[in-house]
């Protein structure tokens, strides 16, 4: 009963959504058609993945309806080492609304200067996007004029700007982090959402910090408060992950049925996955009553993450007219693995294998029994579709890679493995694809996944890789002679020694790019078995001029890490180009916050 209910649902073919923005350094995404099931029951169209009802900040007009707000680009960034550059974001700005997500929070834009330009590019281009469905842009703020006005200034070009302010209202952060009362705190509340309405901002967020921890009567009362003051949307966060699912959704319940005022807001839901629980206590509040859901892409934020949007989206697809009394989205869940794949690359944090619906072992099947039961009838053991995430199934198609397949057939498999690739970025892929297939027999789909990485979800190239040799063993010092290219096309060799043949490649890149850095981490993973697997590498490094932000929730200053990726049959190749990668991206940084206050079309220029 289960698998016939998430079977890809039977609607109208919708309407083509393609950006009319510059394309150049962006992944290319085909339009989608889904096709009618004659047989499927007619009312199952109601609760297609595409139709949404008019947007109305305070009021939904379908109550079935559950808006999908994410926060990928604002607490997912916060993970460490997740720093991404403003051409990223914007990249994943823009997949998001493909995707169909209602609010998207842009960042933090009082955090730093690089987040405040990042969140006012999207506001500009991914909030006036010429399509059927804009998103609404949003901007986070500490409940303080300073922060609101500049959120306010970097969302206010959208079509569809919100402010989303916040203070803490548990008893343990109101005495040892805000050092107020209670009375001190709504008054601060209370004042700083009026001063966001007076900007001019019709849409505004209210969240009380760590509510699961709060004291129920003390949130009726400032979350009425608010409601006066002009809060439109209502957000109730487990900051810690702390509640349970029968406690969080009788908090949503008994915030529903006590906050004077709460029939003229939207209650929306923010749950951290502490102790893994955020994804049911998201369902578990929208059963609840809420009709506002907080996410990120593969579920990344701050310590243990949080509620991730593909689980809590495929759930409602799945159960929701079953048991969740017919809540839907708006979201095109055959974009969700593109997405994935794109917040994966871009922000270096690695997807588990057994992760739901994304990871790699989603829809593989090893047991006999298993197995068998799918040969005969693929519903006895999946209750979703990769089709309906994005993914076809492996070898679906037949297409077997080799050195002698052409652009085409590269192109066809990468569509089966869920990257709609075109343009520079194909012709790159290929150029590599090729130099890999003459010297390995079969290229499996792993190898073309660690490619696709290395080649096409890289940051702006300052410096590439051109050639690197290197000479080492038990006889003495190991040396390295690498060959970079900058962006002027000028050549640059250097040599130096080390203690391995990787130190010495890095010392020598030290010695071209001349940025002073600290090694964090590096890793290595062979992608496939056998002595002629493609090796993955990624590293983690922080500038001794190190990038700063303010952090959202601590208000401390913290130090920016930038992750890099790279991948070659040869190990010290694939080190050297992940230390590139990670400089580039640092690099890049560095070069917007220096020519921020050059004017704005050298702030566009350099992100496109």
Known sequence: MASSICKRLPINPAPTTTSRLPSSNRI??????????????????????????????????????????????????????????????????????RLGVDIIEAGFPASSDADFEGVKLIAREVGNVDSDHVPVICGLARCNKRDIDRAWEAVKEA????????????????????????????????????????????????????????DREFLYQILGEVIKAGATTLNIPDT????????????????????????????????????????????????????????????????????SLEEVVMALKCRGEQVLDGLYTGINTQHIVMASKMVEEYSGLRIQPHK???????FAHESGIHQDGMLKNKNTYEIISPEDIGL????????????????????????????????????DLFARFKGVAGNKKIITDDDLIALVSDEVFQPVVIWKVEDVQVTCGSLGLSTATVKLIDAAGAEYISCSVGTGPVDAAYKAVDLIVKVP???????????????????????????????????????????RAFSGTGAAMDIVISSVRAYVGALNKLIGFNIRLETEDSGETKVLNACK
């Open 159 to 214: 079509k569809k700007p919100r402010i989303h302010t916040f203070i803490a209202t548990s008893e343990i952060h109101m005495e040892f982090k805000l050092k107020m009362s209670r009375d001190q705190v709504v008054e601060k509340a209370t004042s700083m959402v009026a001063y966001a309405r007076s900007l001019g901002c019709n849409d505004i967020e209210f969240s009380p910090e760590d509510a699961g921890r709060s």
């Open 356 to 362: 739901a619906i994304v990871g790699a072992n989603a």
């Open 240 to 307: 810690v992950g702390y509640t349970l699912p029968t406690e969080f959704g009788q908090l949503i319940a008994d915030l529903k049925a006590n906050t004077p005022g709460i029939e003229n807001v939207i209650i929306s839901t923010h749950c951290q996955n502490d102790l893994g629980l955020s994804t049911a206590n998201t369902l578990s509040g929208a059963h609840a009553g809420a009709r506002q859901l907080e996410v990120t892409i593969n579920g990344i934020g701050e310590r243990a993450g949080n509620a």
């Open 392 to 427: 076809l199934r492996s070898n679906e198609s037949g297409i077997v890679l080799g050195k002698l397949s052409g652009r085409h057939a590269l192109k066809a498999k990468m569509l089966e493995l869920g990257y709609d690739i075109d343009g520079k970025g194909l012709d």
């Open 517 to 559: 850095v600290r090694l964090l981490e590096y890793s290595m993973n062979a992608v496939t078995e056998g002595i002629d697997a493609i090796a993955t590498t990624r590293v983690l490094i922080r500038g001794e001029d190190s990038v700063t932000a303010t952090h959202a929730m601590t208000g401390e200053t913290v130090n």
């Open 28 to 97: 290319s995404l085909r339009p989608f058609h889904l096709v009618r099931q004659t047989n499927a029951p007619r009312s199952t169209a109601i609760r297609c993945s595409i139709r949404r009802p008019e947007y109305i900040p305070n009021h939904i007009p379908d109550p079935k309806y559950v808006r999908i707000f994410d926060t990928t680009l604002r607490d997912g960034e916060q993970s460490p080492g997740a720093t991404m550059t403003t051409k990223e974001k914007l990249d994943i700005a823009r997949q998001l609304a």
